[in-house]
């Protein structure tokens, strides 16, 4: 019993310095910035530090200016001297390294400037020429633009010879059915079978 007691105060320092940690980390980031290396201070030696260290770096990173980025990695590069087989600070120190170095010195090429393209309307004999282009919309006020409506086009049926001609009548009186020829009757023989 005395083991779980202990266990539910450790896990309940640990969540209090927990959020304690992210309560300093919102707010502006100069207050944040003045804030931190107090917040470190606070926690070295115990069990959270390494958790604070990680925070405070990963909202450095996230800041996304140089100087934000460079204060990262220096806060894990001394981290990683205190604590070597952390795995966290390992890889956020190594990620974060990586990043600047492929960062450092690239700028992004400047786009060419856009090509400009004159188009000049076709040259007819006898019509006025001008610089201006006229929407007579624009220069008679009573003229209105026409509005864009919605429309359902209704497919039309199609039409085939079949349809457009009328049907034939039928005959009145049907033609008598034509008897079926079942070949010569066979013979017969007595009326006695012989």
Request: net charge negative; no cysteine; charged share 30%.
């Given at each position: 019993?005395?083991?779980?007691?202990?266990?539910?105060?450790?896990?309940?320092?640990?969540q209090e310095w927990n959020n304690r940690i992210d309560t300093s980390l919102t707010g502006e980031a100069?207050?944040?910035?003045?804030?931190?290396?107090?917040?470190?201070?606070?926690?070295r030696g115990q069990a959270?530090?390494?958790?604070?260290?990680?925070?405070?770096a990963q909202w450095l990173w996230?800041?996304?200016?140089?100087a934000s980025r460079h204060q990262a990695v220096t806060l894990l590069e001394q981290s990683q001297q205190r604590f070597p087989d952390d795995y966290v600070i390992g890889t956020y120190?190594?990620?974060?390294?990586?990043?600047?170095?492929?960062?450092?010195?690239?700028v992004l090429p400047e786009p060419p400037p856009p090509e400009v393209i004159e188009i000049l309307p076709p040259d007819t004999e006898g019509a006025a020429?001008?610089?201006e282009t006229v929407d007579p919309a624009a220069a008679d006020p009573a003229v209105e633009k026409p509005k864009p409506t919605?429309?359902?086009?209704?497919?039309?049926?199609?039409?085939?010879?079949?349809?457009?001609?009328?049907?034939?009548?039928?005959?009145?009186?049907?033609?008598?059915p034509k008897p079926v020829?079942?070949?010569?009757?066979?013979?017969?023989t007595g009326g006695d079978g012989n």
């Open positions: 019993m005395l083991p779980t007691l202990l266990d539910k105060l450790k896990e309940q320092e640990t100069d207050e944040v910035r003045a804030a931190y290396p107090a917040l470190l201070e606070n926690v959270i530090e390494t958790i604070a260290i990680e925070k405070v996230e800041q996304e200016d140089e120190l190594q990620q974060f390294r990586t990043s600047l170095l492929s960062s450092a010195g690239f020429t001008s610089t919605l429309t359902t086009e209704v497919p039309k049926p199609t039409t085939t010879e079949a349809v457009d001609k009328p049907d034939p009548k039928p005959d009145p009186k049907p033609d008598p020829d079942l070949g010569p009757p066979p013979p017969t």
